[in-house]
């Protein structure tokens, strides 16, 4: 639990609907933190909430959508209202975009959908979310992100990752650098924000190929999202330490 944080610790994990999201819903909620659960589909984000809250979770719904900036706006007045602030922000929310996504075949529309969502979103959030997130003891932003997104991996000679789409390899990479960015702009600050993968989870994302469940797949972000005061920021974890660029 991070230094001076409460019972009464919010937590807004967009995405949090379905798969990793719920998951890290989940996770925090059992530390005793208020969760809201960012989602643009109503049923699904309500559903979300009552099961949530069957466990024990103290959730509320917040519908938003990471692409449009009335909702986030939106967004971050409702959790204004009805949590009074903001702790932690788990960035979740992205999609794959329309398949194939070699880079000879992929359409640009497509790769505009993507980091629409994968990278503009999490800036759109971010910044609305920024104002609640400076008003506490200790904030925490986590950008999901993957190891795909790895430059360094994808040039090592003995790694295989496999055919990754294009445009969602690259979205990851670009929020990579955005998480970076950030980190150094919040550097005099005492918010940290880091990077985390994953792994190969299983969620709809990939047509559920993954080997990790989603549970497994969230423990990193629940890691990141209570890291003491003196934690890493600027960083890319996931479950084995430190992922390289």
């Known amino acids: 639990m991070i230094d001076g944080m409460s019972e009464r610790t919010v937590a807004l994990v967009t ?3 379905k798969g990793i999201g719920y998951e890290i819903a989940a996770g925090l909620g059992a530390l005793g933190w208020r969760i809201g659960v960012g989602a ?3 049923q699904r984000r309500d559903t979300a909430v009552a099961k949530l809250r069957a466990a024990g979770t ?3 719904g917040v519908p938003l959508d990471v692409t449009d900036d009335a909702s986030v706006a939106a967004a971050a007045e409702s959790i204004a209202g009805q949590a009074g602030g903001l702790d932690v922000l788990v960035n979740n929310a992205a999609i794959t975009g329309r398949l194939p996504q070699t880079p000879t075949t992929i359409e640009p529309a ?3 959908g993507v980091v629409e969502t994968n990278v503009i979103g999490v800036i759109r959030v971010t910044n609305a979310m920024l104002p609640l997130l400076r008003g506490s ?3 925490r932003i986590v950008n999901m992100s993957s190891s795909v997104g790895s430059l360094a991996l994808h040039t090592a000679a003995d790694i295989d990752l496999g055919p990754v789409p294009t445009g969602y390899l690259a979205s990851k ?3 990579n650098a955005i998480t970076i960015q950030y980190a150094k702009e919040l550097g005099d600050t005492n918010i940290l ?3 985390a993968c994953p792994g190969f989870t299983a969620t709809d994302l990939n047509g559920f190929r993954g080997v990790r469940t989603p549970q497994q797949g969230a423990a990193i972000a629940i ?3 209570t890291l003491p005061d003196d934690g890493p920021t600027g960083g890319f974890f996931d479950d084995a330490g430190t992922v390289p660029w």
Do not use: C, M, Y
């Open 173 to 175: 990479t670009f929020l």
């Open 137 to 139: 003891a200790s904030p």
């Open 40 to 42: 643009r589909d109503q």
């Open 193 to 195: 924000i880091n990077s």
């Open 58 to 60: 103290d959730a509320f």
């Open 15 to 17: 995405g949090a609907n």
């Open 110 to 112: 497509t790769v505009r």
């Open 223 to 225: 890691h990141l999202a």
